[in-house]
């Protein structure tokens, strides 16, 4: 586990002492992602560098890695599972290897196979080629999006690295806001792939590759969740698809209990990472190690539920419990993230990886399960309002809308009336939104708006949702959430928390393996009529504790409403009514305050909304504003799309 960093471009842009400083400075924004080692290869025009984080062959993996005669060298991030398997083949074919890791086995396999290499591997990874050969770069990014991989195009050439910190390292790339990402974070609490909310910084989507030769850049999706028409392949018998998900769930663990490091578990006492623990305690000889975060607010906590999983599995068992004093991890939190997000539950996950940090480097999650098997309650509120179709379309869009549309603002059922007045994917989209289309249009600027004139920040998810040719509605929904939250949010917050304390975080359940097979199991095996994640239940049932499998589903959720009104209030109010929040133009006057009033007065629970505006507040603070060129100028620069710019406790 690594961050990488690199540079593809003409050979006069820079010296060679000024692009190995500045490659130098790029890898050190992310020391925190490889502690143990630092690596360069700097020739001619590209520059290729990394931070390692030693988990497999600690002593000989030192990278940059090249081939037998260096024409092709390679910087990796992430872990190969099937990585033996390959280097065996390879072997069989007459390459020869100069360490154990799993990195070298990338680049013998691309002298053998090409771009095409990627479509053997197993694992999680975002790793940068260069071939000397053709002068070419080859970037990729695993399936599911586990590691990230920016990059951005600048004047002839191409600069890369795990996190967007780290190319602003370099002279060419600029800190200047993408007003239509922005516009998308306001919908959706993250900024979805391929864009970032830095104009000219994107984000490599998962699954794809990407070649830089001749000053020419091309993108490839090489995979993608497969939901075909139920009728391509006949249904099985529910006990085959129980057998097998056992047998993939179990392999999917065994393999990524490989590491030269301590490893270890995040428990949620959740369905999903009780069955990852159940499965690691099977195939170690000695006890796992877990890690779970609680609250002093009862409604919040799910440490009885970590435990009951803990005793059965006798593993080590660590906790912590989160008090409201998180003023001083807030701001290093929106830090990690680069960019602004609205997930709140990045706070626990930030403390929990820091504390497994104490005594693993690896830590395997229960993440995936729900966009797997159809886990969330918004599947359910999908599938009941999906009845309100039978209402003509006519009388929909023109009075239940309007209607809506007529009631005051925090009206009870507004929302309601809107949602079940639209198309379904719409209103499935219209679900995830955080400041759906028509409310964004009451808090944002006449500025603003102008400034994004004709972006629709729903487009594009409905695109994605009409996408698989599945006629299984909950298909769709997988689908979606597959493509957006899981790499958008839930991935972003893993990676980012973990490594912000050289904590390497593995996903069993996100196999792509696992994903082949279970995209083909019926929809109604997953979400059985108000039973989520049925499939997954009946096959675990007996494997973990019953109490597990038949409790009501808590999110990994934080008592953050309270926390504003309290000991978070200061800050809040500090940042949102600030002057140079007030300054930046994007919100109409009030609009704001009125969000912060109804929640301080206890009229409605805006604490979602409130966390997403205060780090983007924060992130401005720390990404934009200490830049000189960055004030805020008003309405003529925004149109023309420029921003001159206690105590940890264990337990038996």
């Known amino acids: 586990m690594c961050g990488i960093a690199g540079m593809f471009e003409p050979e006069t842009r820079m010296s060679a002492t000024e692009r190995r400083e500045t490659l130098k400075r790029m890898c050190d924004r992310i020391e925190h992602r490889g502690p143990d080692d630092e690596g360069f290869y700097v020739e001619g025009g590209v520059a290729l560098g990394m931070r390692r984080l030693s988990i497999i062959d600690l002593f000989t993996g030192h990278q940059p890695i090249s081939n037998e ?14 990585y033996r398997e390959i280097r065996d083949l390879l072997i069989s074919r007459g390459h020869t290897f100069q360490t154990e890791s799993d990195t070298e086995v990338i680049v013998h396999l691309y002298e053998d196979e090409g771009e095409a290499c990627v479509e053997r591997l197993r694992g999680m990874f975002a790793f940068a080629i260069y071939d000397k050969r053709e002068r070419k770069l080859f970037i990729a990014r695993d399936r599911v999006g586990v590691k990230p991989l920016h990059y951005a195009v600048v004047a002839g050439g191409i600069v890369f690295g795990s996190e967007i910190k780290s190319l602003l390292q370099h002279k060419a790339v600029n800190r200047e806001v993408n007003f239509e990402a922005i516009s998308d974070f306001f919908s959706y609490g993250y900024v979805p792939d391929p864009h970032s909310a830095f104009r000219g910084i994107e984000k490599l989507p998962p699954g794809h590759t990407l070649t830089f030769k001749d000053s020419r850049l091309t993108t490839r999706c090489y995979w993608d969740f497969d939901y075909p028409e139920r009728n391509r392949e006949p249904v099985r018998e529910e006990s085959y698809y129980i057998e097998r998900l056992r047998e993939l769930l179990a392999e999917s663990v065994r393999l990524r209990l490989v590491s030269d490091v301590p490893l270890g578990a995040f428990l949620s006492g959740g369905i999903d990472s009780s069955t990852v623990v159940a499965m690691m305690a099977r195939e170690m000889g000695r006890p796992v190690k877990t890690f779970s975060i609680g609250f002093t607010e009862a409604s919040f906590d799910e440490l009885e539920y970590a435990r009951i999983t803990a005793r059965r599995f006798n593993t080590e068992h660590h906790e912590f419990v989160v008090t409201p004093d998180v003023c001083n991890i807030v701001e290093e939190i929106v830090w990690h993230h680069d960019e602004p997000f609205a997930d709140v539950s990045s706070i626990p996950t930030y403390i929990v990886s820091k504390m497994a940090r104490e005594h693993v480097t690896v830590a395997l999650s229960g993440d995936g399960g729900d966009e797997l098997f159809a886990g969330y309650e918004r599947y359910l509120v999908d599938s009941e309002r999906a009845k309100f179709e039978r209402v003509p379309r006519f009388i929909r869009r023109g009075v239940m809308l309007p209607l809506s549309r007529a009631l005051p603002r925090g009206a009870y059922g507004k929302n309601f009336l809107r949602n079940i007045a639209l ?38 998810f409905r695109r994605i949702y009409n996408s698989p040719a599945s006629r299984e509605r909950v298909d769709h929904l997988l689908y979606l959430d597959s493509k957006t939250y ?32 279970v995209a083909q199991i019926p929809a109604s095996l997953k979400l059985r009529g108000a039973e989520t994640k049925s499939i997954l239940k009946r096959a675990i049932r007996g494997l973990i504790p019953d109490e597990i499998i038949d409790r009501k589903k808590q999110g990994f959720d934080v008592p953050i409403q309270h926390w504003f009104k ?3 209030r200061a800050m809040l109010l500090d940042t949102l009514t ?9 919100f109409k006057p009030g609009a704001v305050e009125a969000i912060l009033d109804e929640h301080m007065r206890g009229r409605r629970d805006n604490s979602r909304h409130l966390w997403g505006l205060l780090t983007l507040e924060l992130w401005h603070h720390q990404f934009i504003d200490r830049q000189p060129e960055a004030a805020f100028a008003g309405a003529k620069q925004i149109e023309l799309g420029r921003v001159a710019s206690r105590d940890m406790a264990q337990v038996g």
């Not at 600030?578 to 994007?586: E, I, L």
């Open 486 to 517: 899981l790499p958008g949010d839930i991935m972003t917050k893993v990676d980012r928390m973990s490594m912000a304390h050289s904590l390497e975080a593995r996903e069993p359940l996100l196999d792509h393996k696992l994903i082949e097979f």
């Open 69 to 82: 005669d260096g024409s092709v060298w390679i910087v990796f991030n992430g872990e190969i599972y099937n």
């Open 566 to 568: 309290k000991d978070l």
């Open 423 to 460: 198309d379904s994917d719409e209103r499935y989209v219209d679900s995830l939104s955080h400041f759906h289309e028509e409310k964004k249009r009451g808090l944002l600027s006449t500025e603003f708006l102008n400034a994004i004139k004709g972006h629709d920040s729903s487009q594009e």
């Open 578 to 586: 600030g002057s140079r929040a007030r300054q930046r133009g994007y």
